[in-house]
């Protein structure tokens, strides 16, 4: 029952390193997202996978990039990390995506702090 | 652009008493909308979800309201629980999109 899991779980980097993180989901979904988690302001879309092969961007996607490796897992990468990115992020799937509206299940998150 | 406004920021309530979150959205083509329920250092998790051609959705002690016409849904949690306590976020989306327009959340504090 691993659901969504998220690596790492904790991560701190210095301004302008690079780092990516791994997402990978076991019960066949679809559909996969990336979004970041801060202080008043909710979950907000990064960018997100509505099958193989595909990618779109959220809503902040600027200064990020994604790659879905292949249908379990779906990768985001900070290519210059900037105090601004200092978030959680947390990914998640979903089984057919907006196709029909559905229940997302989460995985426990990433807490990133750049310096 | 799409906003979702969830209100309060902060609730605390009694052990058996009922607690009310809020929440307005601005699209009118929003046709789902699910809560999610975050305990510390987790992951949301759906606890209950309404589409738009019902007005109220019950599952044991969590119901959901929506009223189209005002744009408004609300979650109602009644003889609330210690273990109720956590984030609560709202959300809408429609149907043919992959987003999710999430609340800014809700602590819910259950005092025992």
């Known amino acids: 029952n691993a659901g969504v899991t998220q690596t790492p779980k904790f991560q701190v980097l210095k301004t302008g390193q690079s780092m990516t993180l791994q997402c990978a989901q076991d019960m066949n979904h679809n559909s996969m997202y990336w979004y970041r988690q801060d202080p008043g302001m909710g979950l907000r879309l990064i960018y997100y996978s509505a099958s193989e092969g595909t990618t779109d961007k959220g809503e902040v996607p600027n200064g990020y990039n994604v790659s879905r490796l292949n249908k379990r897992e779906f990768s985001l990468r900070l290519e210059s990390a900037a105090p601004s990115q200092t978030s959680v992020y947390f990914c998640?799937?979903?089984?057919?995506?907006?196709?029909?509206?559905?229940?997302?299940?989460f995985g426990s998150g990433t807490q990133l702090s750049v310096l | 652009g799409e906003n979702v406004e969830q209100h309060p920021s902060t609730l605390s309530v009694q052990e058996g008493d009922s607690a009310v979150i809020k929440c307005t959205y601005s699209d009118s083509a929003s046709n789902y909308f699910p809560w999610y329920k975050q305990e510390l250092g987790k992951g949301p998790q759906l606890i209950i979800d309404i589409r738009s051609n019902v007005g109220e959705k019950k599952d044991q002690r969590i119901a959901v309201t929506l009223n189209k016409t005002a744009k408004h849904f609300s979650l109602h949690i009644t003889e609330t629980q210690p273990e109720d306590s956590a984030v609560y976020f709202c959300a809408a989306s429609k149907t043919g999109t992959y987003k999710y327009i999430f609340g800014t959340g809700t602590r819910l504090k259950v005092l025992a």
């Open positions: 998640a799937s979903s089984e057919r995506g907006g196709l029909t509206n559905e229940k997302l299940f």
